[in-house]
T-cell receptor, first 113, second 116 residues
């Protein structure tokens, strides 16, 4: 089922730094690319999302960059804070077959103070 | 808005018994809900797509007779793990397609199932 590849698996960033997480997808049958944040024992919460007709979307400290030709997209967290320490998942929505989300394997982010 | 709840949040059951997990959309109607399972420190794996009033669509490799899904109303989907075994212990999470933007999905808080 794994059609979305995410890296790195873990990331340590100093407070105030930029966190960058990358994802790549393997086919073109996706039409929506969200990022989710998950804290231990909780369900994922939608952070930011992008459609493939847009190359970049920014919401506060969070930015998605999307490269359709390379089938890659990334999450940038500016001015990272200790409260951002969590697991981040990229996902892609299937255009058909129930339009479910397929998730990457996740990145555990630790922001040191 | 767009709140999804799950009940129970934690459940412990004995091997061989069945357990039901409820997923509710609290402030919107959800014609489509999704069920995922997540093992510790791993990703969410889609189990099935649940459509109100029709049979669920299961992903390849998911046993439909073991994981029974019922979506009897526009606000409630249930997942029943039948004849549970220790290997079924996992974090089960449901999601629902949002009320406005059809692309957005909102997730419940998850249910931790432990089979002893």
């Amino acid at each position: 089922q794994q059609q979305v590849k995410q890296s790195p698996q873990s990331l340590i960033v100093q407070k105030g730094g930029i966190s960058i997480i990358n994802c790549a997808y393997e086919n073109t049958a996706f039409d929506y690319f969200p990022w989710y944040q998950q804290f231990p024992g909780k369900g994922p919460a939608l952070l930011i999302a992008i459609r493939p007709d847009v190359s970049e979307k920014k919401e506060g400290r969070f930015t998605i960059s999307f490269n359709k030709s390379a089938k890659q997209f990334s999450l940038h967290i500016m001015d990272s804070q200790p409260g951002d320490s969590a697991t981040y998942f990229c996902a892609a929505r299937r255009r058909t077959a129930g339009t479910a989300l397929i998730f990457g394997k996740g990145t555990t982010l630790s922001v040191s103070s | 808005g767009a709140v999804v709840s799950q009940h129970p949040s934690r459940v412990i059951c004995k091997s061989g018994t069945s357990v039901k997990i409820e997923c509710r959309s609290l402030d919107f109607q959800a014609t489509t809900m999704f069920w995922y399972r997540q093992f510790p420190k791993q990703s969410l794996m889609l189990m099935a797509t649940s459509n109100e009033g029709s049979k669920a669509t299961y992903e390849q490799g998911v046993e439909k007779d073991k994981f029974l899904i019922n979506h009897a109303s526009l606000t409630l989907s249930t997942l029943t793990v039948t004849s549970a075994h220790p290997e079924d212990s996992s974090f089960y999470i449901c999601s629902a397609r949002g009320p406005g933007n059809p692309y957005e999905q909102y997730f419940g808080p998850g249910t931790r199932l432990t089979v002893t």
